[in-house]
């Protein structure tokens, strides 16, 4: 298995542009989480979803940021439009329902807004 | 609610030296513990698990014994190597919870010097 993949690894845009970051979690895992992580404010929890449906979104900061789950093998987290302050690295991450509750990660999207 | 405590960074020590990072958690019942590593530029990966009391997780020379009489989980490994430098997440989880149930750490910042 390939694992959770996500693109773009690196993104660089300019303020008020429009952002999608996408992922591809492990097949089979039915929760998928997305988190930014900055130096500031460490590893947040932006939303998660469960066999596709979104289950909370409360750390999603603003009405700019919006995700979705299409189906089970494919989420996007858009930002629009984008500010500074939204430059994080983002990661997806997914768990299997009735396993250990291990996490797994995906290397991240890079984002640096100017 | 649930939290976890670590021990801030950044832990600074030389190579071969013993490594102690502390973590103690709030919550109530018995949760999963997990300790969780993220190499520079990657996404956090299992480093290792305990899943009830006195369970003892180990992997890459690291160990954590899950400690229900004083809510730790420590991580400890004997002789670090410069490659171990990396930021380290101690996490609970509710088994089945999804995110909900999920807690990080806010991670600790490793640095082994040569």
């Known amino acids: 298995d390939a694992g959770v993949i996500q693109s773009p690894r690196h993104e660089v845009t300019e303020m008020g542009q429009e952002v999608t970051l996408r992922c591809k979690p492990i097949?089979?895992?039915?929760?998928l989480f997305w988190y930014r992580q900055t130096m500031m404010r460490g590893l947040e929890l932006l939303i998660y979803?469960?066999?596709?449906?979104?289950?909370?979104d409360s750390g999603m900061p603003e009405d700019r940021f919006s995700a979705k789950m299409p189906n089970a093998s494919f989420s996007t987290l858009k930002i629009q439009p984008s500010e500074p302050r939204d430059s994080a690295v983002y990661f997806c991450?997914?768990?299997?329902?009735?396993?250990?509750?291990?996490?797994?990660f995906g290397e991240g999207s890079r984002l640096t807004v100017l | 609610g649930d939290s976890v405590t670590q021990m801030e960074g950044p832990v600074t020590l030389s190579e071969e030296a013993f490594l102690t990072i502390n973590c103690t958690y709030t919550?109530?019942?018995?949760?999963?513990l997990f300790w969780y590593v993220q190499y520079p530029g990657e996404g956090l990966q299992l480093l290792l698990k305990?899943?009830?009391?006195?369970d003892k997780g180990s992997n890459k020379g690291f160990e954590a014994t899950y400690r229900k009489e004083t809510t730790s989980f420590h991580l400890e490994k004997g002789s670090v190597q410069v490659s171990d430098s990396a930021v380290y997440f101690c996490?609970?989880?509710?088994?089945?919870?999804?995110?909900?149930?999920?807690?990080f750490g806010k991670g600790t910042h490793l640095i082994i010097q040569p």
């Open positions: 979803f469960n066999n596709n449906v979104p289950i909370d």
């Open positions: 097949s089979g895992h039915n929760s």
């Open positions: 996490a609970l989880m509710w088994p089945g919870g999804g995110a909900d149930g999920l807690t």
């Open positions: 991450a997914c768990v299997a329902s009735g396993g250990s509750g291990e996490l797994f």
């Open positions: 305990a899943t009830k009391a006195d």
């Open positions: 919550a109530t019942g018995y949760p999963s």
